[in-house]
RNA sequence: GCCCCAGUAGCUCAGUUGGAUAGAGCAGCGGUUUCCUAAACCGCAGGUCGCGGGUUCGAGUCCCGCCUGGGGCCCCA
């Protein structure tokens, strides 16, 4: 096998070997004809196991009846030698070693710079249509610290999911529909008429919060007294005004933390469309609509739920999850998308068997969305814990956040955390800490590297021609081997669906580039090995880079 | 009561989908700068992987039970 366009990465590229190695020993009689497991090759905790293993032999030995060593040896003799791999070893108690040529190693640096941009990109989606959709916070308030969480894991999922070839929409749901958006109209308008000595009270459940209060004014200063006699419970004008304002506030808080969305998607248009209309009468059509107790239900309890649910209301106005049919109506039928990914809060996971339940009852295979379901988080400050609430006032803004320990640091924090792990956030830390965020760490590599080229410009006249071949330290290699790990991260969090093994791989990369900067001196009075290396560095500074940005991060040339 | 998630070093968390001797950051202790950025590097210390059973060549990872914490079980969103 030649290094080309056909391997996705090194990785795939051994795992063929195997496959390819245990088909001929079965030509030749040494091995059974059996189907072979599942077995990705993985990589051995301990360097003298060489960079790649198979475990293949430990799960074929009981059906081979065979001892697994012995199988092991067997495959190894097998394995068609490359120019990549230095060599093949069986292990006990029943491992296939394998071990990179160093040579080659070295050559991938070249690879890597030719790649430039584009090296991670990983052919897994081919084109296919995805959107993802993230925060979706209502538009009634600031964003909250606790959204920080979706927004990391949302837009990092998108970038990645980019680099792997999926073609890829981020959206967020405005729900400019509901009767949250009602109350909080009414709240507005009634801070509006205080603003001008009215003495009205605030509605029940009101947004209590002082931004409303702000709002009010701003609507005064725009507006003077236009919507003072406007009726009950406010004019509809409040109501659009109000969202438009708090939805731009919103866009400017997400921007501060990095995030760009390819669509702003507005719930109410789902009524003015037709799609709502259309959504209905399709679940309605198939089967699973059903009236009872003066409302429509929607009879999920026939596909396995335990209970059905509310569509419409027995006042007539269509709920929340009638609201979400529809949406993801619109986006299956009407966009076509061929993969939907919502990332919600754990506060809705009582949402997700419903709403499965109902893209399948629509005709869709329900695989085709995927939920993921972030946990909570609790905020605190030094011990004291802070209960967030919109409509109580009380909230720790995204924004408070963002000014206090900066983008950068917010989003790593926020995307290191698996998805499934409740998250603690201490406001005092997360203050005390930020100069101690191990993203600084990631950009100090990268910053360091631009220091190097800048001062190797004025020694050295230029690297293009440098020769990778005469790569060979321990560090120069080690380093390598990490970047060619990227394209395989980006792999498997395009298939796991988990984007928080990335912060990780980036200190890994940082450590493997400072570990190498300690050891091997870049510019020196040895003019070839001076290229060589600074091809090298360039080439971590690229791969640094680029995790950065996927994560919605800087990647700065001096700190 | 039922359902979902978590419990790993003092703290915050990873753990390659069941593999070889369980890791990182921070905090603690000690060391490294005539030299491209010391926001770095090296070393030391720190663990009954919540508890108890089970599955098998092999379990932090899978199954069952229990304990603790978070979330859910509205004609709320």
């Known amino acids: 096998m030649t290094r080309g366009e056909l391997s996705r990465t090194i990785k795939h590229d051994i795992e063929v ?5 245990v088909a001929k020993a079965q030509e030749a009689g040494e091995l059974p004809a059996l189907a072979l497991p599942e077995s990705p090759v993985e990589r051995p905790p301990r360097p003298e196991h060489g ?66 941009e584009s ?35 949302g837009d990092t ?14 959206e967020y749901l ?30 029940a459940g009101a947004y209590t919060g002082d931004y409303v209060v702000d709002l009010a ?53 789902l009524y003015q469309s037709g799609t709502y209309e259309k959504a209905m009468a399709l679940l309605k059509e198939r089967g699973f609509v059903s009236e009872k107790e003066g409302a429509v239900w929607f009879a999920s309890s ?76 609790t905020i605190r400050r030094g011990s004291q814990e802070v209960r967030v609430s919109k409509r109580a006032g009380d909230i720790v803004t995204l924004r408070e956040v963002v000014d206090e320990v900066g983008p950068d640091a917010a989003r790593f924090f926020f ?35 631009a220091g190097i080229l800048a001062h190797a410009q004025e020694r050295v006249a230029d690297f293009v021609d440098g020769d990778v071949s005469l790569l060979s330290h321990e560090a120069e290699l080690a380093l390598i081997r990490r970047m060619l790990q990227f394209p395989e991260l980006i792999e498997s969090i395009a298939l796991s669906l988990e984007p928080h093994p990335l912060p990780y791989y980036a200190m890994d990369l940082a450590t493997s580039f400072h570990d190498f900067y300690e050891k091997c001196r870049v510019v020196s009075d040895d003019v070839a090995l001076s290229k060589a290396r600074l091809k090298l560095a360039a080439a971590a500074k690229l791969v640094l880079a680029r995790a950065l940005r996927l994560m919605g991060m800087t990647a700065p040339d001096r700190m």
């Open 415 to 449: 995307v290191t955390r698996a998805a499934d792990s409740h998250m603690d956030f201490d406001i005092d830390l997360a203050q005390r800490q930020s100069a101690e965020n191990p993203v600084y760490y990631v950009q100090y590599a990268h910053a360091r590297i």
């Open 157 to 170: 999922l998108a970038s990645v999911l980019a680099a792997a070839g999926y073609q890829v929409e981020r």
């Open 119 to 153: 090296f991670g990109d990983v052919p897994l989606g081919l084109g296919q249509k995805v959107q993802v959709e993230f925060v979706s916070a209502n538009p009634t308030g600031p964003l909250t610290v606790a959204t920080g969480r979706g927004l990391a894991i």
């Open 302 to 377: 026939t596909l396995g739920e335990d209970k059905d649910n509310v569509l419409v209301r027995s006042s007539g106005r269509p709920t929340y999850f009638a609201s979400d049919v529809a949406y993801h109506y619109d986006k299956f039928f009407v966009r076509a998308f061929d993969r939907v990914i919502d990332v919600w809060g754990a506060d809705h996971q009582g949402h997700v068997p419903r709403m499965k339940a109902a893209v399948s009852a629509l005709g869709v295979d329900p695989e085709r969305l995927v939920i993921i379901i972030h946990q909570l988080i």
């Open 217 to 269: 004014g701003e609507i005064r200063d725009d507006y003077g007294d236009k919507f003072l006699d406007g009726g009950q419970p406010y004019p509809p004008e409040v109501h659009d005004i109000g969202i438009q304002k708090m939805v731009r506030l919103i866009q400017d808080d997400l921007a501060a933390m990095g995030v760009r969305y390819d669509v702003w998607f507005s719930e109410h248009s």
């Open 17 to 21: 070997l195997v496959a390819e190695a």
């Open 51 to 116: 960079d790649y293993a198979s475990t293949l032999p430990l799960r074929l030995a009981r059906a081979a009846g065979a001892a697994p060593l012995e199988i092991a040896g067997i495959i190894a003799r097998h394995v068609q030698p490359t120019e990549a791999i230095a060599s093949v070893e069986a292990a006990p108690p029943g491992f296939v070693n394998f071990r990179l040529s160093e040579a080659w190693l070295a050559a991938q640096v070249d690879a890597i710079v030719a790649a430039g």
């Open 174 to 203: 405005v729900n400019d529909a509901g009767t949250q958006t009602e109350t909080f109209a009414s709240t507005l308008y009634a801070r509006y008429q205080q603003l001008f000595g009215r003495e009205v009270e605030v509605p």
